[in-house]
């Protein structure tokens, strides 16, 4: 397992021996580092997700996929979730599938040995993938993606004065790990209308987030079952640099200590969408704003429900509400995409 240490020495030896190595292979190394020696949530750990912060959104996702499941005739399915983390989201989305008798075999894309564990005890019975490429093939596959896209790999471009070049990550004894311009010309990657762009503009993408949003989409295709995407990104507009590193709650840099920190980039919703709608059969809808698409599918019946229970916890209740959807918290800079295979419905609310 490579621990924190590991990985910075790992890092090092790669680049002393191959020369820099492209930003998203160092994002690969750091992250999967990161991921397998501890467990990053919560209040001691580095940062906090929307199932961690409330019962309500996992509840609210086993709502809508139950309602969707109906729609499509109560077929045989299974539930799959990427990234599960501490497994808290399934845990809640579970027991309110439960309430209309849809409990599907549980497939978890997962990585970490340290989060399988984990998962293990809150879903016991669980099966676990290295890729989706295991998933089942043979019934429709009800897909959560809760920011596990923005842990994918990027890859990013600057133009130089030479042209647009790809930006690697080299190393030395004094600056540590940074980023320099590879040498090759790559004006190919960059979109059209971003080639004359001035000097030191940076261009970033995910080729692994696409790969993987057509190969779920081609399932989707071919055995039914919808996919939700949550995450923090953008629609309509080239980001740049995105990339940002994670630690006890504060921002550090990316580059520094690999494997100590989270290592994310928002994720391009547009390119996720077309990648989608490049497989035939396939309806998108979304992207919309965490917040709307909550308060559309009951996040306030549902606060209610749960202060009228438990009349102690309505502070916190509605604390988590507002962390959920307030514009200025999770509420817009989250956004929520849904993608339905043949035969099943919209995502309800998008
Ligand atoms: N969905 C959870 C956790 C998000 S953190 C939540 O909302 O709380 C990202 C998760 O994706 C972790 O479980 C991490 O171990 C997993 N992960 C990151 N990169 C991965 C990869 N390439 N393949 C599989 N799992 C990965």
Redesign the pocket.
Known sequence: MSTEHAVEDELQALIASEGPIPISRFM?MA??AY??YHD??GAAGD??????VSQMFGELIGLVLADCWRQAGNPDVAYV??????G??AVDALRSMALVNLEPPVHF????P??RDY?AEMVPGAHW???TATLPTDVPLMI?????F????VEQYVKTMMGWRELMVRHDDIDGFATVPGQIPCEDKIPIELRDAHTASVYEQSA?SRRLMRNLARRLAAQGGVLIV?DYGYFDRHAGDTLQAVHAHAYADPFVRPGRS?LTAHVDFSALKRSAQSIRGIKVRGPFDQGDWLVAIGIDLRADQLTRANPGRAAELAAARMRLIHPDQMGTLFKVMGVSGRGWPAVPGL
């Open positions: 690969a992250n999967a991921y397998s990053p949530f940062f906090i997700t929307a199932p961690e979730e990427l990234g599960p983390g501490r808290t989201l894309v997962e990585t970490s340290f989060l998962q993938h290295d890729s959560i993606a809760n920011e596990f923005d842990a994918m790999p692994p949550i989270d």
